[in-house]
């Protein structure tokens, strides 16, 4: 069974950036659609951003962070990214990275069957 390991995650002041890393715990040659999503306090997980297997496939991202939000994969290595720019206090949740068989991403959750531990972002105003 696949597993997946976020890292990147921390504290930063409104205004700042991060960079989200997941990466699978073992090698594999298969490609994935790939998501990010995160969940506040007291809210539902939500998507963030998800992009489909194949290299140049379309990205998809959640309204609330069009614009500074940036995901990006390395399908050599199966590796997600997720730049985080210009961040805002209602950013801060954990933030789960998820992995489908499916060649075509989606926002839904029941889409991906391998999903991180995740890893805590927190803006402070």
């Known amino acids: 069974q696949m597993q997946l390991v976020e890292s990147g995650g921390g504290s930063v002041q409104a205004g700042g950036s991060l960079r989200l890393s997941c990466t699978p715990s073992?090698?594999?040659?298969?490609?994935?659609?790939m998501a990010w999503f995160r969940q506040a306090p007291g809210k539902e997980r939500e998507g963030v951003a998800a992009?489909?297997?194949?290299?140049?496939?379309?990205?998809k991202y959640a309204e609330s962070v069009k614009g500074r939000f940036t995901i990006s994969k390395d399908n050599a290595k199966n590796t997600l990214y997720l730049q985080m720019n210009s961040l805002k206090a209602e950013d801060t949740a954990i933030y789960y990275c998820?992995?489908?068989?499916?060649?075509?991403?989606?926002?839904?959750?029941?889409?991906?069957?391998?999903w991180g531990q995740g890893t805590q972002v927190t803006v402070s105003s």
């Open positions: 992009v489909d297997a194949d290299d140049g496939g379309s990205a």
């Open positions: 998820a992995a489908s068989v499916s060649p075509l991403a989606a926002m839904k959750e029941a889409w991906y069957e391998y």
């Open positions: 073992k090698l594999t040659n298969r490609r994935y659609s």
